[in-house]
């Protein structure tokens, strides 16, 4: 039984969260840096100390007990508050440190002035010591990420906002429907609407606010959880899709996109910065004053606040 914490404890808690977040040890490895034998006795002898199993694994897959399951909840609030310890005693002198792991949707880079990479380039100027973790994610894994403690800041659509987060709308983009040179609609001259709803479409596998859409596709052939994605899919001739119109200019300057419906089929969606309402986190907070002057400072349009 695990009666006191000490160094080793923490090591082989921090193997176990790991290998629970990867879904196994043979995919721990790489975030380790453990090969999978030494990866299983260190769960062998996490178990031992602790006096239960945390995991099911062998030929049948990989599963955590339900022991596994609360230990794991308790493992992420340990190393959570570990963090924002550190992050308040680094702080005193003014340096900002720890880390910041922020999760994106994909294809900002293309945006207006490019107001993330501004925004990291005026953090890069301050007295810190932080190091950023980005990942690219669709907006329900930002959120899930953020609940579970995984990321501390998410920029994405989301069209339900959940309680329990907090949400500032960043950047304001406009969608627009295409087509590519392969597709039959490529050709005519103004097709209809009925001719746009009626062809196979792509539907993002996230929900924007309904009211944002003006058009309602009745042949979803294809399901996209990224904007990349739908560009493939779009790209590929048979289906039709919405794309931001800053991501799509590239393929529409090179004559394989067009789009179909004017500004009458378009609608504009907001970006939105989004956290926890945890303690107050001062190089999060630093970073979002940085991202909302990017944003000034590159001439992106802001939406307009309720």
């Not at 596998?205 to 058009?215: H, K, S």
């Amino acid at each position: 039984m695990l009666t006191n914490l000490s160094d080793i404890d923490l090591k082989l808690l921090r193997v176990f969260v790991a290998v629970a977040e990867a879904q196994g040890v043979s995919a721990a490895q790489e975030p380790l840096l453990m090969n999978q034998s030494t990866i299983s006795t260190h769960l062998a002898s996490l178990e031992t100390r602790l006096g239960f199993r945390l995991c099911q694994r062998g030929r049948s897959g990989f599963m955590l007990t339900p022991k596994g399951e609360r230990m794991l909840i308790a493992c992420r609030t340990l190393f959570n508050a570990a963090r924002d310890f550190t992050r308040v005693s680094q702080s005193l002198n003014g340096l900002l440190t720890g880390d910041l792991q922020i999760g994106l949707v994909d294809n900002l880079v293309s945006l207006p002035g490019n107001p993330f990479s501004l925004a990291i380039k005026g953090f890069q100027r301050r007295h810190q010591d932080v190091q950023l973790q980005c990942r690219i994610c669709s907006p329900t894994e930002i959120e899930q990420g953020l609940l579970n403690r995984q990321l501390d800041l998410g920029i994405g659509y989301f069209g339900q906002q959940l309680e329990e987060l907090r949400y500032r709308a960043w950047v304001l983009e406009t969608q627009a429907i295409y087509c590519s040179s392969e597709h039959p609609l490529f050709a005519a001259e103004r097709p209809s609407r009925e001719q746009i709803e009626n062809a196979r479409w792509v539907k993002r596998g996230y929900l924007l606010a309904q009211q944002l859409c003006p058009i309602a596709p009745h042949n979803l052939g294809a399901v996209a959880h990224h904007m990349e994605s739908v560009a493939h899919l779009v790209l590929s001739g048979g289906y039709l899709g919405y794309l931001p119109t800053h991501y799509a200019a590239r393929w529409v300057e090179q004559g394989l996109l067009k789009q179909l419906g004017g500004q009458a089929l378009s609608y504009q969606a907001a970006l939105s910065l989004v956290c926890r309402p945890a303690p107050h986190n001062e190089a999060l907070a630093a970073l979002l004053e940085d991202l909302l002057r990017a944003r000034d400072i590159s001439g992106a349009v802001a939406p307009v606040q309720p």
